[in-house]
């Protein structure tokens, strides 16, 4: 079985600053890695995700996210933060091999509230 | 393309009362599964598909059915409600491991 926490369930910051947004994943097996952002009142939308390849991946809005092995981490990041970037934050992992490949564990979310 | 659409958007119901909380992909995606949002809990998977004619259980699916007729639709029905079932309810599909794509959610009050 896998699983995946996210260490802060709130992350306040002011407009500028820079923000990272904690995740771990337990799992016995290969992973794919995800984070997905919620604005107010929508629907789940990927942001970036790590499947193979260079550990450190990034979005086309600032933010990076980088594949740790040895830590079982896949932290997110972003050096100077909007207020538009205010919105829930999901990690998620997937497990690649077998047919269970499509199902997706998330984290229980971060909330990050950019302040001006 | 409409993507993943969901209908209704918002339903109150009473204890006891059975509704289908519909879900539709144009994408012609084989993978497609329901979550359900509440506070604090993250999203949690009730069902899922990996094509027509296919279901299985996830980590929640007590009160909950679902079937898969074609390969566009994946409605969830609960069969006799119960407060526990307040949330909101999200649909997604899939054609590879690459991404999910998410519906706008369903957000459900029983009383």
């Known amino acids: 079985a896998q699983s995946v926490t996210q260490l802060d369930s709130q992350v306040p910051v002011f407009e500028e600053a820079p923000v990272e947004l904690r995740c771990n994943y337990s799992s016995s097996v290969s992973v794919y890695l995800f984070w997905y952002v919620q604005y107010p009142n929508q629907g789940l939308q990927l942001l970036l995700k790590y499947l193979s390849g260079s550990t450190l991946v990034e979005s086309i809005n600032g933010f990076e996210a980088e594949f740790n092995k040895s830590q079982t981490s896949f932290h997110l990041r972003k050096p100077s933060v909007h207020i538009s970037d205010t919105a829930e934050y999901f990690c998620?992992?997937?497990?690649?091999?077998?047919?269970?490949?499509?199902?997706?564990?998330f984290g229980k979310g971060t909330l990050l509230t950019v302040n001006p | 393309n409409a993507g993943v659409t969901q209908t209704p958007k918002f339903q109150v119901l009473k204890t006891g009362q059975s509704m289908t909380l519909q879900c539709a992909q144009d994408m012609n995606h084989e993978y497609m599964s329901w979550y359900r949002q509440d506070p604090g809990m993250g999203l949690r998977l009730i069902h899922y598909s990996v094509g027509a004619g296919i279901t299985d259980q996830g980590e929640v699916p007590n009160g909950y059915n679902v079937s898969r007729s074609t390969t566009e639709d994946f409605p969830l029905r609960l069969l006799s409600a119960a407060p526990s079932q307040t949330s909101v309810y999200f649909c997604?599909?899939?054609?590879?491991?690459?991404?999910?794509?998410f519906g706008p959610g369903t957000r459900l009050t029983v009383l």
């Open positions: 998620a992992v997937s497990n690649p091999s077998g047919g269970s490949n499509y199902k997706l564990t």
């Open positions: 997604a599909s899939s054609y590879s491991y690459n991404e999910q794509f």
